[in-house]
Nanobody, 122 residues
Framework: QVQLVESGGGLVQAGGSLRLSCAAS????MGWFRQAPGKEREFVAA????????YYPDSVKDRFRISRDNTKNTVYLQMNSLKPEDTAVYYC???????????????????WGQGTQVTVSS
């Protein structure tokens, strides 16, 4: 059973930064998604299992950075210049695929974490 444990959420003022962590029980292609109340789950960032490729939507690409430490099976999401519209529950997800494959769609992921709340005040 794959386990994903997220941490690092919280309350921050607009313009501030947070770093989310997701500890996995193995090495997978990983992604971060977010879901605000009343909205669909939205892709935020993804990284290949090797760490050699990553991808972001335009809404965050200049502000967020995904990285991983494969010695710890942990993926990070560094979020800078946060905006109130970034407020959501953030989820990490894992897909059992290797190499340089980056996965960006919700339905393609095999496993999900429990989510961590990020609230950005104006």
């Amino acid at each position: 059973q794959v386990q994903l444990v997220e941490s690092g959420g919280g309350l921050v003022q607009a313009g501030g930064s947070l770093r989310l962590s997701c500890a996995a029980s193995g090495r997978y292609a990983m992604g971060w998604f977010r879901q605000a109340p009343g909205k669909e789950r939205e892709f935020v960032a993804a990284i290949s299992s090797s760490g050699g490729r990553s991808y972001y939507p335009d809404s965050v690409k200049d502000r967020f950075r995904i990285s991983r430490d494969n010695t710890k099976n942990t993926v990070y999401l560094q979020m800078n210049s946060l905006k109130p519209e970034d407020t959501a529950v953030y989820y990490c997800a894992a897909k059992n695929t290797g190499g340089f494959i980056v996965v960006v769609t919700v339905g393609a992921y095999d496993y999900w974490g429990q989510g961590t709340q990020v609230t950005v005040s104006s």
